[in-house]
């Protein structure tokens, strides 16, 4: 019974203290309600902010003058009137010892004339350096210095007999790999490569091989295919050239 007894006690007991330690919240409607009244009356607002304050009664020195900064000047390191004072400094410093920026050269505007002319296009203004005498006088010298040189007749081809490909690439009209010609033998397109490996171009590969027979004709192994184009010599060029 004793101990049944007590427990409501116990419990009373650690709710007080719970509710003892429990933070205090404040009335919100309160404090709502009070600061509206405040805000509608306009006298504890006014009171709360503070006077505007000028940043400083201090005039700045002229630039280029040194003004020493902080208690130098009497004002206060960290006040508005210290801060003028050394921006001032700082200013005054920079300039003294500072040099002037590069200017880069500027071309000379062209001299423009009463006639709203360029001196170059009005002729008032030429002729008074130049004249007409001076002007034929120059005509003169360049006439006497110019040379006329006579055509000539064009030179002609050589009559030697060594085959002309341009002529043979106007002459035929078949493309390159295009068979026209019977070969045979053994190995023809070995033989071939090379033969063709001691030229140094296909335009001498071909004028060796229309030497030496060809087209009909392959004595030095320099056409396998039979189309009558040596080591790949193409006549496509040339006939594009007359074609314009």
Request: overall charge negative.
């Amino acid at each position: 019974m004793h101990s049944v007894a007590r427990i409501p006690l116990y419990l009373g007991l650690s709710l007080g203290l719970i509710s003892a330690c429990a933070p205090q919240v404040p009335d919100s409607g309160a404090t709502y309600n009070a600061r509206e009244a405040e805000l509608a009356s306009g006298v504890a607002s006014a009171e709360r902010l503070a006077p505007p304050q000028a940043v400083t009664s201090q005039p700045l020195s002229p630039l280029g003058s040194p003004v020493p900064p902080g208690p130098v000047t009497g004002a206060p390191v960290g006040t508005p009137e210290g801060i003028a004072a050394e921006t001032a400094a700082v200013l005054a410093s920079s300039s003294a010892v500072g040099t002037a920026p590069a200017i880069a050269p500027v071309a000379p505007a062209p001299v423009i004339a009463s006639s709203g002319l360029s001196v170059e296009n009005d002729f008032s203004a030429v002729s008074e350096n130049r004249s007409i005498q001076g002007d034929a006088a120059l005509i003169a010298e360049n006439s006497a210095q110019y040379q006329v040189i006579q055509p000539t007749a064009l030179p002609s081809r050589s009559s030697g007999s060594q085959p002309n490909i341009v002529a043979y690439a106007l002459s035929s009209s078949h493309p390159k790999g295009t068979r026209i010609y019977s070969r045979s033998g053994i190995n023809l397109q070995g033989r071939a490569e090379r033969n063709c490996a001691n030229f140094p171009s296909s335009d001498l590969a071909q004028i060796e091989f229309l030497s030496k027979g060809g087209p009909d004709r392959d004595r030095a192994g320099l056409d396998p295919d039979g189309d009558g184009y040596a080591c790949g010599w193409d006549p496509a060029p040339f006939r594009k050239a007359q074609n314009g």
